[in-house]
């Protein structure tokens, strides 16, 4: 017996116009409280983590991987809810391209500069922009503590020219001041569980956390199998993705990353993307 697919036709159609469709209660509650336990809980992943400075010198851990573990990060990565929505968003078969765990601490986590994601996975070898992530609210993510803004529409725009901007990968800074002048600045403050897929010429960016609450999320990153990368780079090539069922979260319940999972370090990523 098929399920009915997780997005409407209303959202699919929301994205195609906006770039980005944010989805309340992607996880449930009891869910997003594993998850949340064993992210807060998990010294591997804590310790693999790169500092992305700002320009201003503050700083947010990002720990990244590019292969599903066998973990409560994976299983999320893989369920059908959020495998099957973003097959309705890119129009077909995806593979995880790659996940991270984004934490900006009290008052000390560090600002994103306005970018898309295509700017950096471009030259990765992916010839098209089907690529998408879906951001998920591991704490309440609000202004203050410098949750994510978008550019409604900036995906119309097409890929922009990136450069550096302190340790990070930024849009090109003239281009990013007229797309603010001509398309409305979202800010997307999610409760926990919430999850905002967006697409990978959306541009976005965020603020520093200025508050005492901390701002942890984890992102799942996926490529459309028919845009296969034609070079090598530190993201996989397609890798068919095993999807499993929603229940499949609650079985592996708060388990972290095993001390085999390959997290990628700063060294080898020229984009920090």
Not at 207 to 236: E, G, I, T, V
Request: glycine share 8%; charged share 25%.
């Amino acid at each position: 017996m098929s399920q009915s697919p997780p997005l409407s036709q209303d959202q699919v159609a929301q994205f195609a116009a906006d770039g980005y469709l944010l989805v309340k209660n992607l996880l449930a509650d009891d869910e997003t409280a594993l998850l949340r336990q064993a992210a807060r809980a998990d010294a591997l992943m804590q310790q693999r983590a790169m500092k992305v400075a700002d320009a201003s010198g503050r700083s947010t851990n990002l720990s990244l991987w590019n292969h599903p573990g066998d973990d409560i990060y994976g299983t999320i990565a893989r369920s059908r809810r959020i495998v099957d929505a973003m097959e309705q968003l890119l129009g077909g078969e995806v593979y995880h391209y790659h996940s991270k765990l984004s934490a900006k601490q009290p008052k000390t986590g560090g600002a994103w500069e306005w970018h898309q994601d295509y700017g950096y996975w471009y030259q990765n070898g992916c010839l098209f922009p089907m690529l998408a992530s879906v951001m998920i609210a591991v704490d309440a993510s609000t202004r203050e503590n410098g949750c994510l803004q978008v550019l409604r529409g900036s995906h119309l725009i097409g890929r922009v020219d990136h450069g550096r901007y302190g340790d990070q990968t930024g849009a090109d800074p003239e281009r990013v001041k007229w797309a603010k002048q001509r398309l409305e600045q979202v800010y997307c403050e999610m409760d926990p569980g919430d999850g905002l897929y967006f697409h990978s010429n959306t541009l976005h960016a965020s603020d520093a956390n200025q508050s005492d609450k901390p701002r942890w999320m984890l992102l799942c990153c996926y490529n459309a199998a028919r845009n296969d990368p034609f070079d090598d780079s530190h993201h996989p090539r397609y890798t068919p993705l095993e999807k499993v069922d929603d229940e499949a979260i609650r079985r592996i319940g708060a388990k972290g990353a095993a001390a085999e999972q390959e997290f990628l370090q700063q060294e080898a990523d020229a984009t920090t993307g």
